[in-house]
């Protein structure tokens, strides 16, 4: 790890408190009577809020690698943009869990059961769809220049596929308005997202791997 890493987590990490703080008190649930005041463990809620905690962790550490592996500044760019976010969208996600006096893992639930599916850990360290594996978070490491820039563009569009159906879940499943109106916020922002690293895969000679 390197001064820039750790200046990087830094930086993320303090706006991750100051999400938290300025957010948390809001995610109590609605006010309807038919909404449950505070989200049960087993709820949709919980469940989006622990598994996306873990997908955008991984986000951000994808994007504080490239950011050490090149130079072009439309990638690094986005690259923080990126990892502010969704640190910031992390810290308002395990903020809530405190908040409802809810665990951050639950050992005995799959990934994603919340949402009907329950999908066992992927080989090599991927634990839900989009994640990338461990060869190719290596692989990400090990590259310089234009073949990192190309490499995270793939690998952070795929990985915002995977975030984009698990937050259509929650915008459909969960119970807590402020958590609904998060979740299709990222789906929304991820979208575009994936059509402006289209566009720069493009012009890198490249596409997407699917």
Known sequence: MNRTYWA????????LVFATVATVASATGD?????????????????????????????????????????????????????????NQRGMLLGWLD?????????????????GMGTEPGADGALMPGMATNTELDQLRRADG?????????????????????????????ATKVERDLAQGMVDSQRSEIDLMAT???????????
């Open 200 to 210: 720069m895969l493009t012009a890198r000679g490249a596409k997407p791997r699917t």
């Open 99 to 115: 908040l409802w006096k809810l665990s951050k893992s639950q050992p005995d639930q799959l990934p994603m059961a919340w949402m």
């Open 31 to 87: 006010d309807s009577p038919a909404a449950p005041r505070t989200p049960v463990a087993t709820s949709a809620d919980a469940g989006f809020a622990r598994d996306m905690s873990v997908h955008h962790q991984q986000a951000v550490e994808m994007s504080f690698i490239v950011r050490d592996r090149t130079q072009d500044e439309d990638v690094r760019r986005l690259a923080y943009d990126i990892a502010n976010t969704q640190a």
């Open 146 to 174: 234009k073949q990192a820039e190309i490499l995270y563009l793939q690998l952070m569009t795929e990985h915002h596929k995977g975030g984009i159906h698990m937050a259509q879940g929650c915008a459909e499943k969960c």
């Open 8 to 15: 990087s987590l830094s930086a993320v990490a303090a706006a």
